[in-house]
């Protein structure tokens, strides 16, 4: 199979790569190196990928319509994953318009695409962030979903909703991932657990926001991957799928979870609690067990020492990337 993954320079579609290529399948990579963070991390991750097998790169912004046609043209892609995005609750606030250009306008192009040239599954890379201040939890496929709290979270909504119309409307097959706050070796250098990782490091202080009560459904990146490949393989005319641990961890469970991990121990400064955040994240993973015999298998602590271990063995290339 011809899989496409946008956003392929990045974390998640790292270990997508390498286990879609790993079992047999031809990954091609889409990415434009934006500056959200460092693009060399991205680079070294397409090195380290294409060090271990073909695996064509193009270097095309979603946004950009003609060059995206010539790579459809010239890959012819049976497979589509969309994982190109802007990411990041809290910088959606300040640049609202930038995250509606590329997570709106950006998956109407890729799903243009996909229907001109009959590919047969698209996979759509949604949010836990979706669920907005729901209180309710788990959450549940079923929620409504009608007030998220930040641009991110509405541009993810607007991308789901998208994506039902054109499989209504086109019979194109799609299933849309919810994902519940990713982690594992090669996370984002913005996100907490990596962030917080180096200021340790570092000897700087930590910001917690709150109390630190807040919950998070922490979720492996190979149990994140299980479930993509899943929907891959299942590609239901349509779903809405949440893909997470189904265990919550609070902040300050996080952070004592890493000290003990990295051995260091952290310096925390308490801000006020910041907009846009969400109170707790909770994955109610029944449909995706039925849906994708999904199934994650790896708890928080032994995550957290697969991170730590690859974290103090890569120095060199993590310092300074927060």
């Not at 070294?44 to 790579?71: F, T, W």
């Not at 097959?173 to 990713?182: A, D």
């Not at 090669?186 to 009560?213: C, N, S, T, W």
């Not at 990146?221 to 997470?244: K, Y």
Request: proline residues 5%; charged residues 25%.
């Amino acid at each position: 199979m011809r899989v496409l993954i946008t956003g392929g320079a990045g974390f998640i579609a790292f270990h997508l790569a390498k286990a879609l290529q790993k079992r047999g399948d031809e990954v091609v990579l889409l990415d434009n190196f934006n500056d959200y963070y460092d693009p060399e991390i991205k680079r070294r991750n397409v090195a380290d990928l294409q060090s271990s097998g073909y695996m064509p790169l193009h270097v095309v912004d979603i946004l950009d319509r003609d060059s995206m046609e010539k790579v459809f043209e010239d890959t012819r892609p049976e497979t589509v994953v969309h994982l190109a995005a802007w990411a990041g609750v809290r910088p959606s606030i300040e640049k609202p318009e930038l995250y509606s250009a590329v997570n709106v306008t950006g998956t109407v192009n890729m799903l243009e695409l996909a229907k001109k040239f009959s590919t047969g599954c698209f996979i759509f890379g949604s949010s836990s962030s979706v669920y907005g201040g729901n209180t309710k939890v788990p959450f549940s496929e079923d929620d409504p979903v009608d007030r998220p709290v930040s641009p991110y979270a509405a541009t993810k909504r607007a991308g789901e909703l998208l994506c039902h119309t054109y499989a209504h409307n086109f019979s194109m097959h799609i299933t849309c991932l919810r994902f519940f706050t990713v982690y594992g070796p090669r996370q984002r250098p913005e996100m907490a657990i990596h962030k917080f990782a180096r200021l340790m490091y570092d000897g700087k202080e930590i910001p917690v926001y709150g109390k630190g009560d807040s919950r998070r459904d922490y979720t492996y990146v190979e149990d994140i991957v299980s479930g993509i490949i899943g929907a891959v393989d299942a590609n239901h005319p349509f779903e809405i799928v949440n893909l997470g641990e189904s265990q919550t961890i609070t902040l300050l469970e996080m952070i004592t979870c890493l000290e003990e991990a990295l051995e260091k121990k952290a310096r925390l400064r308490f801000l006020p609690d910041q907009p846009g955040d969400m109170e707790v994240t909770y994955a109610d993973i029944s449909r995706a067990r039925r849906a994708l015999g999904y199934d994650p298998k790896t708890p928080f602590r032994e995550g957290i020492s697969r991170f730590a271990e690859w974290f103090k063995s890569n120095q060199s290339r993590t310092a300074g990337s927060c």
